[in-house]
């Protein structure tokens, strides 16, 4: 399997070394990375931090798996860490929605991995909260994310909106419009919204998403 952008990924980062797998089966990543940055005027963070990455074989349509190995991040909800361990590095809809647009799994760990790893390291060494702007986790994170995304403010929109876009355009235009105006979809400058959505995603990722968020 040849995943874009992972020669450059292990060229800068050679404390990384790729774990031997059987064929069709993931990608799986371990060693050493090292972080050295800095966001506006808080401190530079510069440090090895000890990775385990699985980069699933449905690539770039599942997303990689980032774990923290050498016991650094405390494995919590409040440090966006999973149940399973993984990390919590953004929304599924941001994360997927990234990588088919932009498949090259380096720029995924500059852009994801990154900045979660310098917030989470000033939440551990210096006490400042996470500076990325706090999403909150699991389905409540997703919500709020979507009421930014979708420039609403409840969970019925929020469904209302992942509705139309599990369905074909010209039928949704023809629905109630999810902003909830009373017009139909079509006829309310929402549709401009709904559409920039349409494409990213399958019709079938939003029916999914919306099943398990209502
Ligand atoms: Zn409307």
Known sequence: MQIIGLDDFLNENPLMNVLPTSKGKSIELKGKVKLSHQFKHFPQVSRLIEVKVSIPEQYPFSSPIFEEVGGFVP??????????????????????????KEPNFNTFYKRFFIPYIYAVSLKIMNSVDFVFGELKHGNAGELEDFCDIFG????????GCLNSLAMKKRLANKRPCPCECGRRLGACRFHYKINQQRNILPRSWYRNLKSRLS
Do not use: M
């Open 75 to 100: 494995k919590r909800d409040d440090f966006h860490v999973n149940p399973d361990g993984s990390l919590c590095l953004g929304t599924p809809f941001r994360i997927e929605a990234f990588i088919r």
């Open 152 to 159: 609403v403010q409840n969970k019925s929109q929020i469904l």
